[in-house]
């Protein structure tokens, strides 16, 4: 049984940080590119970083360029999303999926509010 659990979420006043794990279990991680995603209250689910199976390829939304990063360790199938500089507009639950299957977290709520 394939399971993409989340953790790290949580209250941040803006300008803080949190870093997001997601840990996979239930399946070999590291062939696949892993993404985060992100959806706030009455808006569509938004891709926010993507990290190919190796880590050498990242891309991110324009909106979080500059103060997120994804990384990635396959030995510990373990997904990260080190998230700085939060403003109030990342306010959102955040969830990790293996990109080419179903698989997909329930997410972790970030909120950032002073």
């Known amino acids: 049984q394939v399971q993409l659990v989340e953790s790290g979420g949580g209250l941040v006043q803006p300008g803080g940080s949190l870093r997001l794990s997601c840990e996979a279990s239930g399946v070999i991680f590291s062939p696949y590119t892993m993404r985060w995603y992100r959806q706030a209250p ?9 990290i190919t199976s190796n880590g050498r390829i990242t891309t991110y939304a324009d909106s979080v360029k500059g103060r997120f990063t994804i990384a990635r360790d396959n030995a510990k199938n373990t997904l990260y999303l080190q998230m700085n500089n939060l403003q109030p507009e990342d306010t959102a639950v955040y969830s990790c999926a293996l990109l080419g299957t179903p698989y997909t977290g329930q997410g972790t709520q970030v909120t950032v509010s002073s």
């Open 42 to 50: 009455g808006k569509e689910r938004e891709s926010v970083a993507t």
